[in-house]
């Protein structure tokens, strides 16, 4: 959610940011560029970076990887994206995605085992 209450939704498969403004009326700002739609890849997580409002993070599965990059958003337009992490795993299935802030300020970023199970949290 951003401050004049509107909303960012990512679409996954073709990479496009749409503002979704509080009376519902939504538009697009931007694609995010190198987004590849394989399985259960694509576009996958967005947050608003909390010191840097007017910046957009994206989780994104690329032709090589999964990873976070960081999309300036001036005049309600998306700018070239700063590659923050790459070389996550990527695979057709489990690419994971999410990213979230937490109380303390620090972006969390949730990934998957790719497909292979050995990289998944152990229980044991």
Known sequence: MLPDGSALVGQRRT???V???????????GRVPGVADRGE???LGLAVAPDAPGTLL???TTD???RVVALPVDGGRLGEPR????????????NGGRLAIG?????YIGTGDA???SRSQSSA
């Open 15 to 17: 990479g496009e940011v």
């Open 19 to 29: 503002l979704v403004a509080p009376d519902g009326t939504s538009r697009s700002v």
């Open 41 to 43: 890849g694509g576009l």
């Open 58 to 60: 994206a989780y994104l």
């Open 64 to 66: 090589d990887d999964n």
């Open 83 to 94: 590659v923050l992490l790459d070389g996550i795993p990527a695979g057709s299935i489990h």
């Open 103 to 107: 109380p303390d300020g620090h972006l």
């Open 115 to 117: 497909g292979e199970r």
